[in-house]
């Protein structure tokens, strides 16, 4: 089982950043994959998720700039982000669990190491 996020980077403010995230195939098959940011401390924000079925859903800061997708050959999660802010540059994980899709971040079974995202103003 393991999750592997790329894709971060340096990028102005209002620029766009695609994020990665490559799942091995036991994760893949799991109900509900997410990003998730580091927003203080230890705690993690959910940003998108995505279920099987291939509903998604989004906080509401990033509502209209965020998609996140998946695609099944390549067992890829993406997070597409446009309209970047200066506070957006933090952490950002892609997550995966089993049943329920909920924004609890203690939920989730499986974690990547991280990205890095920079905005500059």
């Known amino acids: 089982v393991q999750l592997t996020e790329s894709g971060g980077g340096s990028v102005q403010a209002g620029g766009s950043l695609r994020l990665s995230c490559a799942v091995s195939f036991n994760t893949f098959s799991s109900d509900c994959m997410a990003w998730f940011r580091r927003v203080a401390g230890e705690e993690r924000e959910g940003v998108a998720r995505?279920?099987?079925?291939?509903?998604?859903r989004y906080a509401d800061s990033v509502k209209g700039r965020f998609l996140i997708s998946k695609d099944r050959a390549n067992k890829t999660v993406y997070l597409q982000m446009n309209s970047l802010k200066p506070e957006e540059a933090i952490m950002y994980y892609c997550a995966a669990r089993r049943w329920a899709c909920t924004w609890d971040a203690v939920g989730f079974s499986y974690w990547g190491q991280g990205t890095q995202v920079t905005v500059s103003s």
């Open positions: 995505l279920r099987t079925d291939g509903r998604t």
